[in-house]
């Protein structure tokens, strides 16, 4: 009962600090309004011959009517208006299924605007993997499997040992999730995401897929060393110590966890890779 309180105690911590790094990201992301400016004259501009004059040739662009010209002088043309280039379309995030059931927000295909994820949106990355029904019940799914195996018996068996392993199970992927797709590549400024090559033979792609995980790119899109893969699964790892039972506190299993967790991510790459060719011959 002891332990079983301590690790309840840790689980609320780590939700209260987990909710607060995401709710005010979430938030950031909410497009604000656009204010426009009142004009202190709303009568609309007429002409001596009382037509009303266009929006365009209004006198440099201030909204004030142009003076009358005098009788017999000629008109000057309206001043060309300069078209304005449309806004950059905003990144919007697909969920590209694995295996048209696992959630997968962090994939961009061949055919996807590419675009560059705020700050924002890569928490909403972790947010939305993390709610996501088909994760959690994959995850509650790994627990219960656990729970018939019996790993790790200080866990103990009952409703109380599964609340441990599921929200052990949970912890692990959430904290993984949050350090590898949002906290590291926001403070590091690179793109979380893994770019599908496409086009090439088995090998090329192979090579691509598993060397991504070393390779990333920037958020302006230069190639780069992919630290945040790397160091947010060490961090991952290390703050693991934290609600894992004490006999898996060493520094040999923190590193056997940073390796699973990478080789896991590396073989996510090869399925986001490839799983776009199987499911397009599936729908023929």
Request: a positive charge.
């Amino acid at each position: 009962m002891k332990h079983a309180n301590g690790f309840f105690r840790l689980a609320q911590r780590f939700s209260a600090r987990a909710f607060l790094l995401i709710f005010p990201a979430l938030l950031t992301s909410v497009p604000s309004l656009a204010q426009s400016e009142n004009n202190s004259d709303t009568t609309p501009c007429t002409r001596s011959d009382n037509s009303k004059i266009s929006d365009a040739a209004l006198a440099g662009g201030t909204g004030r009517c142009p003076l009358a010209p005098a009788e017999g002088a000629t008109t000057p043309a309206a001043p060309a208006v300069t078209a304005t280039a449309p806004a950059q379309p905003q990144t919007t995030l697909i969920n590209h299924r694995l295996l048209g059931v696992v959630a997968n927000y962090t994939t961009v295909e061949t055919q996807d605007h590419i675009g560059r994820l705020s700050a924002a949106t890569k928490f909403k990355l972790t947010a939305k993997t993390m709610t996501d029904p088909i994760t959690v019940s994959f995850l509650a799914g790994i627990a219960l499997l656990g729970q018939a195996r019996n790993t790790d018996p200080t866990y103990g068996q009952g409703f109380s040992g599964y609340d441990k392993r599921f929200a052990t199970v949970y912890a692990d992927t959430g904290i993984g999730t949050l350090m590898t797709s949002s906290v590291f590549p926001t403070i590091l400024h690179q793109d979380p995401r893994y770019f599908q090559l496409g086009t090439g033979g088995f090998r090329r792609r192979m090579r691509h897929a598993v060397g991504s995980i070393f390779l990333a790119r920037s958020d302006a899109g230069a190639p780069q060393f992919n630290y945040s893969q790397l160091l947010g699964n060490a961090a991952a790892a290390g703050i693991s110590n934290a609600y894992h039972p004490e006999s898996q506190r060493t520094l040999g299993n923190t590193a056997t966890v940073w390796g699973t967790q990478t080789l896991l991510n590396m073989l996510c790459n090869v399925a986001k890779e490839f799983w776009p060719d199987v499911r397009g011959k599936l729908h023929r």
